[in-house]
């Protein structure tokens, strides 16, 4: 294997920014990616982290196991063909880039203040405080990244936030990797992302906004960049994917904050290809730094792009598989500017075209070059970063070759991008024919099909809402401000163990059954010792949400290591869809009715909603997504029909990834949200009137999708709240959303016990605002994750808390 040297000569195949006959500046290589998989190929991360949260392994030993991940990762990379100076980007994290980029500018809240040392910087334990809170204080608050399952964690900025230089991360893991050899290109998250993504602090005044303190941030990565030149950084990758989406600015409000984000940044020299002195820097007058790259992953930039030229910085990524190829007005000022070509999909594990891809690689160098820019300075790269497929297909021995020969991971996709730019692919017509042909048997099943042609227009309709309450309240005898989980308990080292035998064939089925049922037989004893009025059957038998459904359902295939990071040390392992979804038989039946026996009180069928399914798998691509939702609905239909029958009265159908999918662009939005609501309504308009429709969302901006959420139209909708101290219930209309609602007053994604009093307050909140009638008492989300010691103490907490509620309600009447 070739370790790539620090300023190494180049092949012929290299791309440049454009350099003048005296300038010795390295050159972008010719194939890059935007980012890589961080967890491991066995979760190595993972596995380190959550030891050293236990106390089971020491700092130092976490230190050298994360030394050791990197070092396999770049020694993976440059054997993959990245081998030249700056092709690998740093993109390693403990926890996630952009509590990363925060800590990088010092954006630590007030309330967190002690974890900034005396020297105003923040070790690993004060990081890990950020991002999972401690006894006291909650944690920052994550939401979804874009349009993906990737969960960030929210900045809060003040406008008296002491902004620094707080962490020298990003040059100690370019340091690191420079003195084993490899010339890395260090990773941020650009400036105008990292404030339009982060959230006013608390007590900051009306008006303010994060974004009021860009020049404050700039100037922290002006220093940033001086120090990485000194380093010897070549180049640096600044992560702008916030331009490919709606912002709200004008084109001349846009232009100004480029102008004032990243053109200050490259208005200074850029470094030769060695180490160089730092200079001092003013505002607007930064001084020696890296070449920088500002990528714009997940969607096209458009009209931006004329904007972010006009910065003179020396190189821009485009998403070319959700953009478009720029226009030759588009590109007419990239004078010396290169351009890096996103053709390969980083979010789907989908073989490339790659003749297709060729052919448009070669259609953007002529536009270059017709725009007067050098089409040679056009480099092969993927899309986004490869953080969100699994690392590679070696070691998946059980799928199908067929279906195999269509997918590429991680490793496949930089191979790919490899052959993309050493020009090994032969030509193709770029509305030319599929290369990637899935045409084995699977794919298309002529029952299915027929079944979502006959479906009639009111095939996504229930009975109204104020019959369905009647029936529902005869039916199940809920008291005011019912009490329930979201669906999972933790899952101990026995019950995996059980799974796992069983699956390994130790453990025959009746063993398992029985086990499985001596773990029900837990989780229903201590719901009603500790009071809870709806109670669930803890969702032992399950793997993982989605997966758990996939290995039931036609159409599906499972990997045996495809692990993706969800964020944190939570990794999700994505079902591959690849052809029509039919239900062979009952998937939960058996396990609920067995719950409803050991109870008098209702017990719910838990399933998960057919947009989170398609959200949470890599999903074909060879129809619209709107079709395959239904195919999946049809299925959910026939098995909320069973459990009707089998005497379960509430069923919750769990949509945590509705405004995950939620387009970019609002132009684009209105169409989603009509497909993936009607599909719901579709899997569950079959259901009785008394039969009461739960769905249960989590962790994304939902205040953005609030007319769809009440377009559902479920009895009950359970969301996040907790994390967000209880924002998104001031975005309900209680006029407008007559249903019930369960705004979370525990977040179950941090490992500290809320207190009594605590979920208290988010109660009297939520009922001043919504109402006793409609409220619900619930935790954010299931409770798989966590341990059963903290997991009592909380539930105890929050049955005690709406206790109390309740009776200053009955008080008031």
Known sequence: MTTAQPNAPQPPTTAFAAPGPDDHRTPLPAATIVGYPRIGPDRELKKAEEAYWAG?????????RTTALRAATR??????????????????????????????????????????AETGIVDADGYFTLARGDAERPPLEMTKWFDTNYHYLV????????????????????????????????????????????????????????????????????????????AGAPWVQLDEPILATDLGLTADELAEALRRSIGRLASGPATQSGPAEPAASALGTPGARPQILVTTPYGGIGDALPA???????????????????????????????????LVEGRTVWRTELPTAAARLDALRDRVRSAGGDPAAVTAATSVSLQHVPHSLDRETALDPALRATLAFADEKVAEVVSLAGGDVAPGDVDGPRSVVRDFPGVRDRAVRDRVAALGADAGRRAPFAERQAAQDEALHLPLLPTTTIGSFPQTAEVRRARADHRAGRLDEAGYREAMRAEIDRVIALQEELGLDVLVHGEAERNDMVQYFAEHLDGFVVTEHGWVQSYGSRCTRPS?????????????????????SLTDKPVKGMLTGPVTILAWSFVRDDQPLADTATQVALALRDEIADLEAAGIGIVQVDEPALRELLPLRRAEQDAYLRWSVESFRVATAGATAATQIHTHLCYSEFNEVIDAIDGLD???????????????????????????????????????????????ELLRHAEQRIGARRLWANPDCGLKTRGYAETEASLRHLVDATRQVREEVAALV
């Not at 009021?212 to 960049?225: F, G, I, Q, S």
């Not at 369960?742 to 009594?756: E, M």
């Open 308 to 342: 972010l030229l006009a910065t003179g910085v020396d190189a821009v990524h485009l998403d070319l598989t959700r953009g478009d190829l720029p226009t030759t007005e588009q590109l007419a000022g990239i004078g010396r500017t290169a351009l890096v070509a996103g």
């Open 155 to 230: 900045p809060e900025i003040g406008p008296g936030t002491d902004l620094h230089l707080a962490s020298t991360q990003v040059i100690d893991l370019f340091t690191e990797a420079r003195e084993a050899g490899v010339t890395t290109r260090p990773v941020l998250v650009g400036p105008l992302t990292l404030l339009l993504l982060a959230k006013a602090e608390d007590d900051a005044p009306e008006g303010f906004t994060p974004l009021d303190r860009l020049d404050d941030v700039v100037t922290v990565y002006a220093e940033l960049l001086q120090r990485l030149a000194a």
């Open 576 to 596: 591959i869809l690849f052809g029509d979804v039919s239900r062979p038989e009952a998937i939960t039946v058996a396990w609920s009715q067995y719950a409803q």
């Open 714 to 760: 479920a009895d009950v909708t359970s969301i996040e709240s907790a994390r967000s101290r209880g924002e998104v219930v001031d975005a309900i209309d209680p006029a407008r959303f007559e249903r019930g609602i369960g705004p979370g007053v525990w977040d179950i994604h941090s490992p500290r016990v809320p207190g009594t009093e605590e979920i208290v």
């Open 56 to 64: 089971r392994i020491d700092r130092a030993e976490l230190d050298r």
């Open 75 to 116: 020694d993976r990379l440059v054997g993959l063909g990245l081998d030249q100076p700056a092709a690998i980007p740093e993109t390693f994290s403990l926890y996630d880039q952009v509590l990363d980029a925060a800590v990088t500018v010092g954006a630590i809240p007030s309330r967190f203040a002690d974890v900034l």
